[in-house]
């Protein structure tokens, strides 16, 4: 029998530890109303300790259970402790409009838009606020600023103040998008702080050496010496490889990202292998001393890490990227092994959140499969007799691949199976590219000429890459689909993969099936007729109300797996597209790949602008549109007049209605309608009924136009509020007529429209009808059998 005690598997003893903190935190993330005494938590604590150690001196073979459930309390303590916001703390001045000073802590980052004005971010260390008196602060904000020129930037250390509003960091909170609220506090950071284009006044300026700022001032002159000498999107690009940042174009990142190997274009635990490797040979090709070529190394990275602004993330990927290094040369694999477990524990110690982080998940499950299974596999691989680079880029791959399998389907809904051949083509020649970029870099000191050599190397070697990565996107499944795991199944997933590397264990296993063949055959039979259950057992209709912000988009899933998609969100003021990055990946997270039907209800661009994005990506059956021009609908949805598509787009009128399974459409406006001053007014309002539910979805119809509507059959269980709760629509009158137990309010937080309205809350608050928010609630999915309903939402 396997046993953790005095010595005896001590790798297993602590990996069991994280997995037992980690979920402590995660039970704590989850359900944070759970425990808010910190002094009950601090004594179960102690109480823990001091058993623990009684029974070590004991020797009792079970005292490593209370080792595990002392790190399952300290997990649930880190987090509290991680995320407990002080009286003073910046955070609880949300929504008010404050004068702020404070110390800027990092160079601003600066982005030009289209009319030539320039967005700066800068990072601000709070001190002090002032609305009717001042009042010291803590805790760092994002400052927002707009202006026409580059005059005047504040730098860092320099005392700065303010005058806008405080509001906390948004989320649209989906499953499966990165938590940007988590990661902006793991630095300290907590809210936003917009001025527009108002004045940011300099109080002091700080004389004081800065080493970042200095790092700044070199990157900033290197960069200029590359536009100089290859194309400024090349020049971009391998800059961002060398240095961080993502000033690359679109169609590269998603050319990269289908191959799956975007990490490349971004500072991460890879770049730090690779600049290691290179250090180790070329230490080993000059004939240095072991001890100083390993010192000289650690030397080199923090000088790289400093470069790269010392971040986070970079840090983080400095030590996951030296640790791969030791994985890799590193005689008795099982020192390596040790070494990752402590090293992740250390970290998950200091920072709790980091467990939520996209990065740490997947540096630390790719290095986790170079520790365990690339050895495994290289020695497999060793007997098809293939050239030793090959089998080591094979094995490397593989198995990084298999150990952030689950990680990288949550997150991107799929599996690039041209991958292997992009790790094998491409990356070779971008790591070529990289050591390049970094003596291009060092020698740009003292030989500018060899510089523009390199650089002139560099381009022709990205060039290759870019064109061998589009090709590599073109080849048949070059990314297919994958829907994400749930957690019971990720956990089965990870247990295969440690049963199947630990010999013990499975000698183990074997003989206790082998022991209790009965069990197991009565146990095999019930996950049968369990899982058979789940297979067959009829599924509900899903209406998915999606949180994008100040908008409206809703997926209706059927119980045959169907899908219609009502409205994308959007907004005329950004640049950021919703119907990528919010509206596909909720699709792909549900198994969505195209529509059969996709309705917009009028053409303004917080119902309508993503659906340009949606159209290009996945098919889309039937387009369904208002009685508008055109026009609008070919400027929003980014299409010539003469495009197919938009030829055959219906045009929904009154009583236009389909089925689909026993699910009816109807759409229920008026064509006499009068005084159509706006496209409001031309909302399509659609019935959804199945059985005896039914739900009303009414745009943004204002109460002019409600009145056609009180002598139609309007009555449903679920009103989607019309125009995000403003007081032009949703008329007392109305809401009678439809008398909904459930109404669903989608809007964005921080709106500058006010939404709802006071008026509308009060007027559903009168009716028997409980209300829900996307920007309180985030993601609404109601789900329903026609005659009971039930919803969850993914904020509890």
Not at 5 to 13: K, N, R, V
Not at 16 to 36: D, H, N
Not at 105 to 121: E, F, N, V, W
């Amino acid at each position: 029998m396997i046993k953790i005690h005095y010595g005896q598997s001590p790798l297993l003893f602590i990996n069991f530890i994280i997995l037992f903190y980690s979920l402590g935190v995660y039970m704590m993330m989850k359900t944070p109303e759970i425990s808010k005494s910190y002094t009950h938590l601090f004594c179960l604590i102690i109480v823990n300790l001091i058993l623990a150690f009684y029974f070590t001196l004991r020797k009792y073979k079970l005292t490593f259970l209370l080792y595990l459930i002392l790190f399952f309390l300290l997990g649930v303590m880190r987090y509290l402790s991680f995320t407990f916001i002080a009286d003073d703390n910046i955070k609880n001045y949300d929504n008010q409009e404050v004068t702020l000073t404070g110390i800027i802590c990092q160079m601003p980052k600066i982005r030009q838009d289209s009319a030539g004005i320039y967005h700066l971010t800068y990072v601000v260390d709070t001190k002090s606020i002032k609305q009717k008196e001042e009042k010291t602060t803590t805790g760092k904000v994002y400052l927002y600023q707009k202006q026409k020129n580059l005059d005047n930037l504040a730098k860092i250390n320099d005392t700065i103040s303010a005058t806008g509003t405080i509001r906390l960091i948004q989320n649209y909170h989906n499953p499966n998008l990165v938590d940007r609220e988590l990661s902006a506090q793991e630095e300290g950071i907590y809210a936003t702080f917009s001025i527009g284009k108002q004045n940011l006044k300099i109080l002091n300026t700080s004389d004081k050496f800065s080493l970042q700022e200095f790092c700044y001032q070199i990157e900033q002159s290197f960069l200029q010496s590359m536009y100089q000498t290859m194309p400024e999107n090349d020049a971009n690009m391998i800059f961002a490889m060398l240095f961080g940042g993502y000033n690359i174009e679109k169609d590269i990142l998603e050319a990269y990202s289908i191959t799956g190997i975007i990490h490349i274009l971004s500072v991460s635990g890879s770049h730090i292998s690779l600049i290691s490797l290179f250090l180790l040979s070329l230490g080993k090709f000059l004939h240095l001393p072991r001890f100083f070529n390993l010192i000289l190394l650690l030397i080199l990275i923090i000088f790289y890490t400093i470069l790269c602004g010392a971040s986070v993330p970079v840090m983080r990927a400095s030590i996951m990227g030296l640790l791969s290094i030791i994985a890799l040369y590193l005689e008795e694999k099982s020192t390596a092994q040790h070494l990752l477990s402590i090293i992740a524990l250390i970290l998950l110690l200091f920072d709790p959140l980091l467990l939520f982080n996209i990065s740490f998940q997947l540096s630390f499950a790719s290095t986790a499969g170079l520790v365990y299974l690339m050895p495994i596999l290289r020695s497999k691989l060793n007997k098809l007799k293939l050239p030793s680079l090959l089998i080591d880029n094979l094995a490397l791959t593989m198995s990084a691949q298999i150990f952030a399998f689950p990680i990288i389907i949550w997150y991107f809904t799929s599996l690039s199976l041209s991958s292997l051949l992009a790790n094998l083509i491409i990356i070779p020649l971008l790591e070529i590219l990289i050591i390049l970029g970094l003596i291009a870099f060092i020698l740009g000191f003292i030989f500018p000429f060899i510089t523009k050599i390199l650089f002139i190397f560099a381009s022709l070697i990205l060039s290759i890459s870019n064109e061998a990565t589009f090709l590599l996107t073109k080849i048949p499944f070059a990314s297919i689909y994958v829907p994400p795991l749930d957690f019971p199944a990720i956990l089965i997933y990870y247990s295969l993969i440690f049963i199947t590397l630990n010999i013990k264990i499975r000698k183990y296993l074997y003989l206790l099936l082998q022991k209790y063949k009965f069990i197991t055959y009565i146990c095999s039979i019930s996950l049968i007729i369990f899982s058979c259950y789940f297979i067959i057992k009829p599924s509900p209709l899903q209406i998915h109300f999606i949180d994008v912000g100040q908008g409206d988009a809703c997926l209706i899933i059927t119980p045959h797996q169907h899908s219609i998609l009502i409205d994308t969100g959007g907004s005329i003021n950004s640049d950021f597209d919703i119907g990528s990055y919010v509206d596909l990946p909720y699709l792909h997270h549900y198994g969505i790949n195209k529509l059969d039907y996709l309705i917009l209800s009028h053409a303004d661009a917080d119902h309508s602008g993503g659906a340009s994005s949606i159209l290009q990506k996945i098919p889309v059956n039937h387009l369904i549109i208002t009685d508008e021009d055109k026009d609008l609908y070919a400027k929003i949805l980014k299409l010539p007049l003469n495009n197919p598509l938009l030829a055959k787009a219906i045009v929904a009128k009154e009583n236009t209605a389909f089925n689909l399974e026993d699910i009816h459409f109807q759409f229920l406006q008026n064509d006499e309608k009068e005084n159509l001053k706006s496209s409001n007014d031309s909302s399509n309002v659609l019935k959804l009924t199945y059985h005896n539910f039914s739900v009303l979805f009414t745009g943004d119809l204002p109460q002019t136009q409600e009145k056609y509507l009180l002598n139609k059959n309007i009555a449903s269980t679920i009103l989607k509020v019309a125009h995000h709760g403003s007081k032009t629509s949703s008329s007392q009158e109305f809401l009678e007529h439809v008398r909904p137990q459930l109404a669903i309010i989608s809007v964005g937080k921080y709106n500058s429209f006010g939404h709802p309205s006071k008026e509308v809350l009060d007027r559903l608050n009168n009716l028997p009808t409980k209300i829900l928010r996307t920007d309180e609630k985030g993601a609404i999915i109601i789900y329903t059998d026609g005659y009971n309903f039930s919803f969850k939402t993914f904020l509890n």
